[in-house]
């Protein structure tokens, strides 16, 4: 079972009861993953991964998408939509001990860049 860049508009408590409820439709042994968007450990951090962001979307837009021309209109693009979403991303360490909180064996990162990651375990 896997989940897409949903979990990080749920809270703490929220995030953990809906891996807790998948681990329970999951056959034994199956794997739970979740991909999706983490905050830095560091609030020193965020800043430098936030400014690699918005410059990585800027550069991928070439120009052709107006809410990606340069890095005030991106950062108010991405703060915009991050608000109306509610997103509530937590540290990777937060993201490892909900699963682990939850029954989640193993729990492991597999994938990380900036602020994206993979995470998940066995039943």
């Known amino acids: 079972m896997y989940s897409?860049?949903?979990l990080h508009h749920l809270n703490r408590n929220d995030k953990q009861a809906?891996?807790?409820e998948s681990l329970e439709i999951l056959r034994p042994a199956g794997w739970f993953l979740n991909a999706d968007i983490v905050v830095a450990e560091s609030p020193q951090i965020e800043p430098r991964?936030?400014?690699l962001r918005v410059k990585g979307i800027v550069e991928r837009a070439g120009g052709r998408d107006v809410r990606f021309q340069d890095a005030l209109s991106t950062r108010r693009f991405l703060d915009e939509l991050e608000k109306r979403d509610g997103d509530q991303p937590q540290t990777l360490l937060e993201?490892?001990?909900i699963l682990t909180r939850a029954k989640v064996r193993n729990a492991s990162v597999f994938w990380l860049e900036?602020?994206?990651?993979?995470?998940g375990g066995q039943k």
């Not at 900036?114 to 995470?119: F, H, M």
């Open 4 to 6: 897409s860049y949903a």
């Open 18 to 20: 809906v891996v807790g």
């Open 49 to 51: 991964l936030q400014e």
């Open 95 to 97: 993201d490892l001990q």
């Open 114 to 119: 900036y602020r994206e990651a993979v995470c």
